[in-house]
């Protein structure tokens, strides 16, 4: 098995290298931008290179991805000091994502059950995703036993809560409380094989988070998410088309660029779904360009491939 020499830049990416030597050299992970700081190991980062590899495909996510390295380093590093007889306690790795729709939360959270899998962290990785209703019952105690039935079948994986907030919304004497005090009292006692992860809009958030006092030091690990810029979405938009074997011509890039960044500037954030609305034109534009290409006799490779301003209906 060959050695690798692993940096990581200022912009968070790490170069892996493969050489010949034994040592391998472990550049980063500061916590501000000041002056990276270097450390010595000696082991194999297969792990990290796919890691590396599957984060790689997607375009900003800087705050989650510096997230998931320093899991990987924290998860390598307690293994080398449990060999060694050293210490090694148990982190609480539940999280809280903070964004708006289509910024990429789902995605993420899918991916972090897959890693720590991978990582041996979690014992299966799977992902079940749950809201209000999936927890919340209608008569007293039925709340708890939904609850308690959920975390049940996330054990080993991940339970992602999306819009947590509504669990707060109805006052006292809502039901939502009961699934949170649930939640609350199982995250402490199976912290080893089950990670929750809590998401919603970012002030939701923060409004949730203070109504009850435990949740905040049980969720230790927030990730925000921010709205992409419009060069981000016109990257994720050309991403999601080379993956599907498709380009836009250069006119439609300008006007896609164009349109994103109207939207950008002066778009209603709460109506706009970010990477989603992007994902959107662009499903809307192939079966476009399909209409259109039904009219030409013999399409070649590149009009089978390219999407033209005419398609993109915007
Ligand atoms: N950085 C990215 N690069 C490429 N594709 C992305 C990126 N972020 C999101 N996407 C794509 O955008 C779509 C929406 O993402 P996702 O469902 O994860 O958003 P979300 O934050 O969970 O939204 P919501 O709050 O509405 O549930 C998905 O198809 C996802 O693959
Ligand atoms: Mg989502």
């Given at each position: 098995m060959p050695e690798e020499s692993i940096r990581v830049r200022d912009n968070g990416q790490i170069n892996v290298i493969l050489r010949q030597q034994r040592e391998v050299e472990v550049t980063g992970f500061n916590e501000t931008e000041g002056e990276v700081e270097s450390q010595k190991l000696f082991q194999d980062h297969q792990i990290l290179m796919e890691m590396e590899e599957e984060l790689?495909?997607?375009?900003?996510?800087k705050e989650m991805k510096k997230i998931l390295k320093e899991i990987y380093a924290w998860v390598t590093i307690n293994k080398q000091r449990q060999e060694v007889g050293l210490k090694t306690d148990g982190q609480m790795l539940h999280m809280l994502f903070k964004g708006n729709?289509?910024?990429?939360k789902t995605t993420m959270a899918r991916l972090v059950g897959k890693m720590l899998f991978k990582m041996n962290v979690l014992s299966k990785g799977h992902f079940i995703e749950a809201e209000r209703a999936d927890l919340v019952?209608?008569?007293?105690?039925h709340t708890a036993l939904k609850t308690r039935e959920l975390i049940k079948k996330s054990q080993g994986g991940i339970l992602f809560i999306d819009e947590a907030y509504s669990l707060g919304?109805?006052?006292?004497?809502?039901?939502g409380r009961e699934a949170i005090d649930t939640i609350v009292k199982h995250v402490e006692d199976k912290q080893h094989d089950f990670i929750v992860i809590l998401a919603g809009y970012s002030s939701e958030m923060q409004y949730f988070v203070r109504?009850?006092?435990?949740?905040a030091s049980r969720f230790p690990i927030v990730v925000n998410f921010p709205d992409y810029t419009s060069e981000e979405l016109l990257a994720i938009s050309e991403k999601m088309l080379k993956d599907k074997q498709y380009k836009l011509s250069v006119n439609a890039k300008d006007i896609m660029y164009y349109h994103l960044k109207v939207i950008c500037e002066n778009g209603n954030k709460f109506q706009f779904s970010n990477a989603r609305y992007v994902r959107n034109i662009i499903e809307k534009a192939i079966r476009s360009q399909s209409i259109r290409l039904l009219t030409y006799r013999n399409p070649d490779r590149n009009d089978l491939m390219t999407i033209r301003s005419i398609d993109l209906g915007i």
């Open positions: 790689e495909q997607f375009i900003g996510l729709p289509g910024t990429g019952g209608e008569y007293i105690g919304r109805g006052g006292e004497k809502d039901f109504m009850n006092p435990g949740l």
